[in-house]
């Protein structure tokens, strides 16, 4: 494999996030092509798709709602789950968190957070560990969670996690356009945001967004 600096570079633009143009991130045009190439490039089939490289509508209602409400992440040790491109924990620092643990299993992820971090003059700390897998949780006092409710499995262990990460007292904030396996009836929306998204990625140009925590 060549250099994953390299491949991200390569293949993605620097642009800024559309509902939080104050960031700015490695994106991809397209998701198949570079879906293809990161399999030819470390050499298997059927990986995941390339959350990294996009902008998910779930991710920039929560990136733009911590921003403008910086009180649940200001001064606070901050958990971005299933992080993708490390918006939402750019946008924590950004906010005046005093630090952020962006966990994500994609090793292109965690190149791709902190290429995006050193663009965005912050620092993150991107890790491997999976949480929904049972690995030890740092302390936190706030988790942020964006569009990580597409797919059953994953849906039904991160809501187990995100569950009894609340019951220890932590502040669990999740960010979903509506996907079939959000739990909408034991989360509270707090707001919703409008949000521009890629063609190649969802049904629609603007996804209603919404920002939600546990009921």
Same mark, same amino acid.
């Given at each position: ?95 005046? !968190?005093?630090?952020?643990? *962006?966990? $994500? &299993?994609?090793?292109?992820?965690? +190149? @791709?957070?902190?290429?995006? #971090? ?21 302390? !936190?006092?706030?988790?942020? *969670?964006? $569009? &990580?409710?597409?797919?059953?499995? +994953? @849906?039904?262990?991160?809501? #187990? ?55």
């Amino acid at each position: 494999m060549t250099d994953p600096v390299a491949f991200i570079r390569a293949n993605t633009r620097l642009r800024p996030v559309p509902l939080v143009p104050n960031i700015v991130l490695h994106t991809a045009d397209e998701a198949v092509p570079l879906w293809s190439k990161t399999e030819e490039e470390l050499g298997e089939a059927g990986l995941p798709p390339p959350f990294w490289a996009f902008a998910w509508a779930g991710g920039q209602a929560l990136a733009r709602f911590v921003i403008d409400h910086p009180g649940h992440v200001a001064g606070k040790t901050i958990i971005d789950l299933a992080s993708g491109s490390g918006l939402i924990a750019i946008a924590a620092i950004k906010a005046g !968190a005093s630090s952020v643990f *962006a966990y $994500d &299993i994609d090793a292109f992820a965690r +190149t @791709a957070i902190a290429l995006n #971090a050193a663009e965005n003059g912050v620092t993150i700390n991107a890790r491997g560990d999976n949480l929904l897998g049972g690995s030890s949780v740092p302390t !936190a006092q706030t988790i942020l *969670a964006g $569009d &990580i409710f597409y797919e059953r499995d +994953t @849906a039904e262990r991160a809501f #187990a996690f995100l569950s009894a990460q609340a019951v220890r007292g932590t502040t669990v904030l999740i960010g979903d356009p509506g996907r079939s396996y959000l739990p909408k009836d034991k989360l509270r929306k707090m707001t919703e945001y409008k949000v521009p998204v890629t063609r190649d990625l969802e049904d629609a140009d603007i996804k209603n967004t919404a920002v939600w925590t546990l009921a």
